[in-house]
């Protein structure tokens, strides 16, 4: 049986996976990552995102 790797997260698999894909697919900052997640309504920490770019990304 395979893990979740999203089993310790609280936020759904779906804005993380969206998140890192931000930053990693287009040259923006964490904070810009923040701000375009704000304003599709969901409120996360610019933190947040680096650690899940650390965990998921490349």
Not at 12 to 36: A, C, H, K, T, W
């Amino acid at each position: 049986m395979s893990k979740n790797p999203f089993r310790y997260f609280k936020t759904s698999p779906e804005i993380i996976q969206l998140g890192v894909m931000m930053y990693v697919r287009f040259p923006l900052s964490l904070r810009n990552v923040e701000d375009l997640l704000h304003e599709r309504g969901i409120d996360i920490c610019h933190e947040s995102v680096r650690l899940w770019v650390d965990r998921f990304g490349t």
